[in-house]
C-alpha cells in the first residue's frame, strides 16, 4: 500500500494501484443503469438521459430550431437534441475538448471569455429557441463555494440568454442548492412567463444538483425594462 497527499487531504491506494475515490467512483459507473444504457446506446454521458427526462415532462425541444448548449463535453444533451430535432442548428461550447458530433458546431473556449457570447452568436446564426446550460464550475469540495462558482456560471446563461433568445425561448439550467438560487428565480421571473424546477430522476439522489426550467421568454424590450426599473 502506497500512501499520496494533497492539500492536507490523504490518498490511499490498493494494491491495484487505483485511490479509495477512484475504485468507488469505478464501482459506482459499473452499476449505474444509466451508464449501461448510454454505452448500449450510443449516448457519449449519462447525463443524455436528464436532457430525455426534462424534455418528456416540459417538451423543451418541440419545434427548436437554433440551440445553444454551453458546458457541452462530452456531448450527450447535444446528440439528444440532434436525434430528436436533425434539422436544428446546434452550437456547443466547453472549456474541454469534444469529439465532433455530426450537425453541431463546437467551440473549445471559456464561456467566461469576452468574446464567447459574440462567438457563439455569431455562430448560430440568428435567435436561439432554446438555451441549455449543464455547465458546473470544478469543485473544491466546499460546498457552499462550489454552489457560489456554479451560480456565477449560470447567472452568466442568464445575461447571455436574454440577449440571444427568441420571445417565447427557453432557458434550462443546472443549478447546485445553496442559497442564492432565490434570487436566480427571481430574475428568472420577471423575463420568462413560467419558472419551473425539476430533479429528473437520471438526476443522482446524492447530487445537490437541480435544473431550472424557465419558458416563455418575454423579449428583449421586457428584460430592458426589468434592467431599468432593478437600477431604478
Ligand atoms: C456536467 S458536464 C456537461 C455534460 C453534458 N451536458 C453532456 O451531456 O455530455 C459540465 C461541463 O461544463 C463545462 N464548463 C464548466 N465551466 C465552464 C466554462 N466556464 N466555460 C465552458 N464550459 C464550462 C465543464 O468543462 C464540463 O465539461
Not at 490523504?10 to 469505478?26: E, N
Not at 438521459?49 to 427548436?64: A, H, M, N, S, T
Not at 419558458?215 to 428583449?220: I, S, T, V
Request: proline share 4%.
Amino acid at each position: 500500500m502506497s500512501r499520496g497527499g494533497s492539500g492536507g487531504r490523504t490518498r490511499v491506494k490498493t494494491a491495484r494501484g487505483r485511490t479509495a475515490a477512484s475504485q468507488r467512483w469505478l464501482e459506482r459507473q459499473l452499476n449505474d443503469p444509466y451508464v449501461r444504457r448510454a454505452k448500449a446506446e450510443g449516448y457519449r454521458s449519462r447525463a443524455a438521459y436528464k436532457l430525455i427526462e426534462l424534455d418528456e415532462r416540459f417538451g423543451l425541444l418541440k419545434g427548436v430550431r437554433r440551440v445553444l448548449d454551453l458546458g457541452i463535453a462530452p456531448g450527450g444533451w447535444s446528440q439528444v437534441v440532434r436525434r430528436q430535432v436533425p434539422a436544428a442548428s446546434i452550437v456547443g461550447i466547453d472549456l474541454l475538448p469534444v469529439d465532433p458530433i455530426d450537425g453541431v458546431t463546437i467551440m473549445q473556449l471559456d464561456f467566461m471569455d469576452d468574446s464567447a457570447p459574440r462567438l457563439l452568436e455569431e455562430a448560430l446564426g440568428g435567435q436561439a429557441d432554446l438555451v441549455l446550460s449543464d455547465m458546473a464550475a470544478n469543485t473544491v469540495g466546499h460546498p457552499q463555494t462550489d454552489h457560489l462558482r456554479t451560480m456565477g456560471l449560470v447567472e452568466a446563461g442568464v445575461d447571455f440568454a436574454c440577449d440571444i433568445l427568441r420571445p417565447g425561448g427557453a432557458f434550462v439550467a443546472k443549478v447546485l442548492a445553496g442559497g442564492a438560487d432565490n434570487d436566480l428565480v427571481a430574475t428568472l421571473k420577471r423575463n420568462f412567463t413560467a419558472v419551473k424546477h425539476a430533479k429528473p430522476p437520471a438526476s443522482r439522489k446524492d447530487s445537490s444538483e437541480w435544473y431550472v426550467i424557465a419558458q416563455g421568454f418575454k423579449g428583449r424590450a421586457a428584460t430592458v425594462d426589468a434592467r431599468a426599473d432593478e437600477e431604478r
